[in-house]
């Protein structure tokens, strides 16, 4: 099953923030690695707009002009459905080539516990149906010409496929709380909120696949940005 979130602007993520953690700790044992990017440029309409210093510090290799368009001269629908298939197979670089863009970094963590990792009303719903497992990373995608997408996607494993219906309900409603996305400073940047607007999940048996996207420097579009929500959202588990 696949969504986008239902309800008004706002009332997203905030990774810079822990919001209703209700005294909650991380638990111990968290592995996080942050790795750079490779392989696989600019979608058109996007060169031109302006880099904040911070961004433009973070991925000093997103300027370099020397993104390969394995699928230049499509349109945005073509390169969204022959990406999502490569990320179906497992090939984020090639997903990534086929929306002219390239992977510039990424961080993940693995076991953390899921209530105190979450916010409002889905922090309560984990009260009440506790989780199995949770796999949080967080990727930024350039163009080669200074624009930058970054990229939250986490997976929520529950004991049924009932118990993954049940957490969707509540999960996709904007400003219902959130799973918290990892946060942009692992990175190299400044604190990003997840606004929730660029927004798509997917369920699979007994786990939720949930990705969001914002720009992080420059600008991609919201149809860019909606897009790789989309295909980030079938990228395999880590």
């Known amino acids: 099953m696949a969504d986008r979130r239902i309800g008004g602007a706002g009332g997203g993520s905030d990774p810079g923030k822990k919001k209703g ?6 638990a111990a044992g968290v592995a996080a690695v942050v790795l750079a ?3 696989a440029t ?3 309409g996007l060169g031109g707009a302006a880099v904040d210093s911070a961004g433009a510090g973070a991925f000093a290799d997103n300027v370099a002009g020397d993104v390969v ?3 230049s001269g499509r349109d945005l629908g073509t390169r969204e459905s022959e990406s999502r298939s490569s990320a179906k197979r497992g090939k984020s670089d090639e997903a990534w080539s086929k929306m002219g863009l390239k992977q510039l970094k990424k961080a993940a963590e693995h076991d953390i516990k899921c209530l105190a990792a979450s916010t409002g009303k889905v922090q309560e719903f984990f009260l009440r149906t506790p989780c199995t497992s949770l ?3 967080v990727l930024a995608v350039g163009d080669g ?3 930058a997408a970054i990229m939250s996607v ?11 219906d049940a957490f969707e309900r509540v999960e996709r409603i ?7 996305p990892l946060g942009s400073a692992l990175l190299g940047l400044a604190n990003l909120r997840f606004s929730g607007l660029h927004y798509h999940s997917r369920s699979e048996k007994n786990t939720i696949e949930i990705a969001e996207t914002e720009n992080a420097t420059g600008h991609m579009s919201t149809p860019v940005l909606d897009a790789l929500a989309d295909i980030s959202s079938y990228l395999p588990r880590l």
């Open 37 to 39: 990017g490779g392989g």
């Open 174 to 180: 904007q400003g219902s709380g959130d799973v918290k």
């Open 21 to 26: 953690n209700a005294g909650a700790v991380v």
């Open 145 to 147: 010409h200074g624009n």
């Open 42 to 44: 600019a979608l058109g």
């Open 154 to 164: 986490v997976w929520v494993g529950f004991r049924t496929s009932a118990d993954v």
């Open 69 to 71: 368009d394995s699928l």
């Open 135 to 137: 796999d949080r990373l």
